[in-house]
């Protein structure tokens, strides 16, 4: 055969074995896939055997996965998948697939890929499935694979830049947070993890989603780093109405902070995964940051804006001293932004805070409400970036509340007012630093939750020259009617130099603080 001839042959021979088939895999068969199911008659995951499910969290934290068994562990992919097993609350188990060159195939589960306590290796079938993945990815200089995304429980994602460790989750979607209804958790029951590239620093999974009310298709293009961004594009189709549809949910644990005071007996400055709600209102170009609290009651707050820049729970206090927790290290638990693409319209960004006497528990969601809620036979279709990193993840450029405090407006400190409240917030970064300590800021405070008798007895600004931020001191009474929300803000010139600090002051703020 000739030269030429032969290279022709095996260059066609390398296309025929490395080209994507003639129907590659893609978003539309998902659509289709979940399209179908919410037609059909919801059909719950089958559940796994009981005596995983009552396993306790040490006993199932005691199954191990042998990251040697990772997906793609042998091949050139920067990236590795590494399985989760059920069991606790991973209730049913998830179909894996994975996607190449040469097409569709299943993940299937291999018992041997775990190390099981010995009282439980001889009753774990062999063919019980996975309850979710990990991806990992060289976070670092190095070669060493650092875990980064985890999908895993229901609609769960969670995700760290580098740096981090896992804090807070995201969710494919939240149905009823809050309300009396109660809330409902459709779960990822499908996913298609298609395969990098040798030297791709991207990853396409594909999840199906399932539920009672909804069936959804998701695509998730993931780019692990500094900050790690998840692009979403999704759509969803309605088997019930609903009520408060959440979109691009976020979930994390606020115990306490220096806003609410310690609880008796806590020895640690703060505990919490984040300290507060960040929202950019794009219409109005206004960053509004509200700080968290773990309420007496159930608390639902519901935040207008006119076009949706982007929200998310943020974890500002990152130095070791404020938290003293050399286990838990919450100084490096991540924040995550959601920006929609494009800006999102005609609904309202929601902040549900649920009591907690625990760290355990997750007691704080945050979403995005369209107008309307959701009908029976409804179609959406939505689009946004999904970021997970340090506190400036948001890319937010005004100076910023670090610290807000409250105490009794009736003693050395505070002032000398009956039934009143100290509130105290320092701000710093953006245009702040560039300040002269007696640049003439002035403040701008307001309620703005209609609280019949609330009122706002003194407000000034102070440069802080030991801490390098701007204070603003605040002697507030809170009235009668509703929960009063007050708003501050700094100013030079009529210019805004900050966002807008907004606080609900809750009867569990001012009780806490009572105590203390």
């Given at each position: ?5 032969r ?18 895999f ?7 896939k ?58 049913h ?47 670092g ?210 902040l ?30 939505l ?77 000034y ?19 009668s009617?509703?929960?009063?929300v ?31």
């Amino acid at each position: 055969m000739h030269s030429g001839t032969r290279l022709l042959a095996l260059l066609m021979l390398s296309c025929f074995l490395y080209t994507v088939p003639a129907h590659a895999f893609v978003f539309g068969d998902v659509v289709e896939k979940a399209r179908a199911l919410a037609a059909g008659k919801y059909e719950p995951p089958p559940e796994v055997p009981g005596f995983l499910r009552d396993l306790g969290y040490r006993d199932y934290q005691a199954i191990r996965f042998n990251p040697e068994a990772s997906l793609w562990k042998e091949g050139l992919s920067l990236f590795r998948v590494m399985m989760v097993p059920p069991g606790n609350f991973y209730t049913h188990t998830v179909k894996l697939n994975e996607i190449d060159a040469t097409g569709v195939r299943s993940i299937p589960f291999d018992k041997t890929a775990y190390s099981f306590p010995d009282e439980l290796a001889k009753r774990v079938p062999a063919d019980l499935g996975h309850a979710g993945f990990k991806l990992t990815y060289p976070l670092g200089e190095g070669t060493e694979q650092n875990q980064f995304l985890v999908f895993a429980g229901a609609s769960y994602l969670r995700g760290v830049g580098a740096g981090n460790r896992f804090g807070l989750s995201a969710r494919g979607i939240a149905l009823n947070t809050g309300l009396p209804v109660g809330e409902e958790f459709p779960s990822f029951i499908e996913f298609w993890l298609e395969r990098p590239g040798g030297s791709s620093d991207r990853i396409r999974v594909y999840g199906l989603l399932n539920g009672p009310s909804v069936a959804g298709a998701y695509r998730f293009d993931i780019q692990p780093g500094e900050i790690t961004r998840v692009n979403v594009s999704a759509e969803l189709f309605f088997r019930n109405d609903i009520e408060q549809p959440g979109l691009a949910p976020l979930t994390s644990m606020f115990f306490y902070g220096e806003n609410t005071g310690q609880p008796p007996g806590e020895w640690r400055p703060q505990v919490h995964d984040s300290d507060g709600l960040l929202i950019h209102d794009a219409g109005r170009d206004e960053w509004l940051w509200r700080p968290l609290v773990n309420p007496d009651r159930l608390k639902l707050s519901y935040l207008q804006v006119d076009r949706l820049g982007g929200f998310g729970l943020m974890q500002r206090d990152t130095a070791f001293h404020q938290f003293e927790d050399a286990g838990a290290r919450y100084d490096l638990r991540p924040s995550a932004w959601v920006s929609p693409r494009p800006g999102w319209s005609g609904g309202e960004v929601v902040l549900v805070e649920i009591p907690t006497k625990s760290e355990t528990n997750d007691n704080i969601v945050a979403f995005w409400k369209p107008k309307g809620g959701a009908s029976e036979g409804d179609h959406r279709k939505l689009d946004y970036t999904l970021s997970f990193g340090g506190k400036d993840v948001a890319g937010q450029n005004t100076g910023r509340a670090v610290k807000t405090f409250v105490g009794d407006g009736n003693r050395p400190g505070g002032g000398n007012v009956e039934n009143s409240y100290r509130i105290v917030v320092d701000f710093a970064g953006g245009p702040l630093d560039d300040l002269e300590p007696d640049a003439p800021v002035v403040s701008k405070v307001s309620e703005g939750g209609g609280s019949e008798g609330a009122e706002i007895i003194e407000h000034y600004v102070e440069f802080v020259e030991a801490d390098n931020n701007w204070r603003l001191s605040m002697l507030v009474r809170p009235g009668s009617g509703p929960e009063p929300v007050f708003r501050g803000q700094l100013l030079l010139d009529d210019e805004p130099l900050t966002e807008v600090w907004s606080y609900s002051l809750s009867e569990a703020a001012r009780n806490r603080q009572g105590e203390s």
